[in-house]
């Protein structure tokens, strides 16, 4: 299969991703970032899937962030 076949199917390019994505699921977000952000100036197609992924990886941050806020107003909030 040639190179352009490659980047140019949409299940490859997902696979692809969602490798890159997935290999760094113990990696700092930096170096998942970093790793997406390079992926993202390949075509548009990688545009395309590897900016869904950086979706998800913004969904979790925010999810986690989220409750951080939760327990910290909980705890201000608890009476002495």
């Given at each position: 299969?040639?190179v ?74 608890l009476?002495?």
């Amino acid at each position: 299969m040639s190179v352009r076949k490659v980047v140019e199917t949409k299940d490859l390019v997902e696979q692809i991703v969602r490798q890159t994505y997935a290999s760094g699921s113990d990696a700092w977000l930096r170096t998942q970032l970093k790793e997406l952000m390079a992926l993202v100036q390949v075509n548009r197609l990688f545009r395309e899937v590897a900016q869904q992924f950086l979706g998800y990886i913004w969904a979790g941050y925010r999810r986690v962030m989220n409750g951080f806020v939760r327990s910290v107003e909980e705890y201000c909030f608890l009476p002495s």
